[in-house]
């Protein structure tokens, strides 16, 4: 308003200027128009000298203003870049206090160490569980096809799959690569059979060993006998030949008893002509790999990854998570016909249980794994170890298995295992002990029996024992000074 202002007060000087040069034009007297011109150059420079003093009062005021309003916009900046940092403070301190509530406490040495540890073992395996969910679902798919070509026949009815082995309880030692997703099949006897397992007396097998004998039942009779079958009791054969009709006696059994390698080719054959029937193989293309007593797959995608399936044939003992398994193990191979007595179906249960009751992020895997990578090469088998970490995980509160004790346990489970290769005697977990969870369930002579040492090789060779005590205390030396 005040710049408008002086603007039309230029304007009206400018009109009398004209004004007055044309009076004098008009009434040309010398003196009177060199006193004008004098007065009327006076009243032109004073009327300068205002305009430009106001035009600077006017730039000054618009400098001083411009000032404080930078200055102040400086400190809300500044003001808000403080908040900011003080906020994304509290955000890092809230969440660590998340992932542990005693991080203080923590030993800085400790904690690099575990990140060594994690970084040059591999120790956490996350694609572990979205493969097993691939693998389980392809048998369950394949079974679908099975139990589809199989209704009327008389071969064993496959039951769905259970994951087994380190790799479906969450810790494979293997690389990534070179890992195995082990799956049971329960076998059910068909219609018209019974299977009654017996004690093998036909060898001398380290491991509990048993026979399963396949007997004919009368189908004639019960609470609903069906018309439609034959009865191999009371049909004659020659009746059963015309219907085709084949008793499970006379396809995959030897004499008696079921045999495994026949029940493992007939799988084999099964799965390479259902193959192309299942949705998995728009996705991976799939070789059988030779194996005499389970049915081992290699399924390849286009990208070059690989995954590996070994599909394990078993017979559950009455309601137990007890089993026999068809699958021999590494030192001896049985006959075709025997029947190893196998607990990992209630190892896995029992892992499970723990991930179900232990603390988030906890550390008893790691602690599983590193110490399979660490024990590579020695005396000690995996199972001795998981054995092992299994005892620790009934002895130590789940609630000290959180993932900043790591090192703690792995220290317990080397110090357990050294006291075992002194005393030359590791009990087996499922045979006389008192910690058993009550969710695992066992025949009722397992709490009765006797534990088994796993360790009882040693005690019957002092001199492998002292070898394997030299190599225990070698791996422990690399394990404490070796980083």
Not at 116 to 125: A, G, K, T
Not at 260 to 280: D, H, N
Request: net charge negative.
């Amino acid at each position: 308003m005040l710049c408008w202002m002086r603007v039309i007060m230029i304007i009206l000087l400018l009109f009398w200027l004209m004004q007055w040069i044309h009076y004098i034009s008009v009434y040309p007297d010398q003196d009177l128009h060199q006193q004008r011109t004098q007065v009327l150059q006076e009243l032109v420079h004073r009327t300068m000298e205002q305009t430009v003093g106001s035009w600077e009062a006017m730039l000054l005021t618009a400098l001083q203003q411009w000032l404080f309003w930078a200055i102040a916009g400086a400190l809300v900046l500044l003001l808000a870049l403080c908040w900011w940092l003080k906020k994304r403070i509290c955000e890092v301190d809230s969440s660590r206090d998340s992932e542990s509530e005693e991080s203080e406490e923590e030993n800085p040495a400790e904690m690099n160490m575990i990140w060594i540890f994690s970084r040059r073992f591999q120790l956490s395996v996350p694609k572990l569980a979205s493969r097993r969910r691939v693998v389980q679902e392809l048998l369950s798919d394949l079974l679908q096809v099975c139990h589809s070509l199989f209704s009327d026949s008389f071969f064993p009815v496959l039951e769905p799959v259970i994951g087994v082995g380190s790799a479906c309880e969450g810790w494979s030692p293997h690389k990534e690569e070179d890992v195995i997703y082990c799956m049971f099949v329960p076998l059910k006897p068909p219609p018209g059979h019974v299977f009654h397992l017996e004690p093998d007396t036909v060898g001398e097998m380290p491991q509990t060993s048993m026979r399963i004998r396949v007997e004919q039942v009368c189908t004639c009779t019960g609470k609903q006998p069906d018309q439609n079958k034959l009865c191999f009791l009371h049909h004659s054969e020659q009746e059963l030949k015309r219907n085709q009709v084949t008793s499970l006696l006379h396809t995959l059994c030897t004499g008696p008893y079921l045999d495994g390698e026949k029940i493992a080719l007939w799988f084999q054959t099964f799965v390479i002509s259902a193959w192309s029937v299942v949705p998995q193989s728009r996705h991976y293309s799939m070789k059988v790999l030779p194996s005499c007593r389970s049915c081992k797959m290699k399924l390849m995608k286009d990208s070059g990854r690989s995954l590996f399936v070994e599909t394990v044939f078993s017979v559950q003992q009455g309601d137990s998570d007890i089993f026999l398994s068809s699958q021999p193990t590494e030192a001896q191979l049985p006959p075709s016909t025997t029947w190893l007595e196998s607990y990992a179906v209630a190892e896995a249960k029992f892992f499970r249980q723990v991930a179900m009751q232990a603390p988030p992020h906890s550390c008893h895997l790691k602690c599983l794994r590193l110490c399979a990578r660490l024990l590579e090469g020695s005396g000690i088998s995996v199972y001795a170890l998981k054995t092992t970490v299994m005892h620790l995980l009934t002895l130590i509160p789940l609630s000290e298995w959180q993932h900043k004790y790591l090192l703690m346990r792995v220290d317990d489970t080397m110090h357990y295992l050294r006291c075992c290769l002194e005393e030359k005697r590791l009990k087996h977990f499922f045979f006389g002990n008192e910690d058993m969870p009550e969710e695992i369930s066992l025949p009722p002579d397992f709490q009765e029996a006797q534990p088994l040492n796993l360790f009882q090789h040693l005690a019957q060779d002092p001199a492998a024992q002292t070898e394997a005590l030299k190599e225990f205390d070698e791996l422990q030396y690399h394990l404490y000074f070796g980083f």
